[in-house]
């Protein structure tokens, strides 16, 4: 397989995955806000091993030279934050990373990689 096929082939898995992550992190942040937090915690780390599958195909994307218009950075920074909300059990602050910085940022993404196609 060619880099282009296998960027391709990526870029289309990106596609799909993205706009699962970011319902899936709406779905987060409903359960924590109605106090179903076994349920959530259950479902934040498949979302985080989720994201980090989708930073690891950006960056392996954007390492081939492929022009792709995506700041891993700041995903990081939310990530750092849900750690910090599990280690002080802060359900609020979790919800509201979900909703309001994962899942835009996961649309971000999702409309900048149709730009760059």
Known sequence: MSHNELVLE??????????????????????????????????????????????????????????LNIDTHEINEYLVEIQEGLQFKDTVLIADIFEYEINPAMHRWLDRIAKDK
Do not use: C, H
């Not at 994201?51 to 954007?62: F, Q, T, Y």
């Open 10 to 67: 990526t870029i289309e898995s990106l596609e799909e995955f993205l706009p699962k992550v970011a319902n899936e992190s709406i779905i987060i942040a409903e359960l924590l806000r109605k106090d179903k937090d076994f349920e959530a915690m259950g479902r934040i780390q498949k979302i985080i091993n989720g994201i980090e599958w989708i930073v690891s195909a950006v960056n392996g994307i954007k390492g081939i030279d492929y022009s």
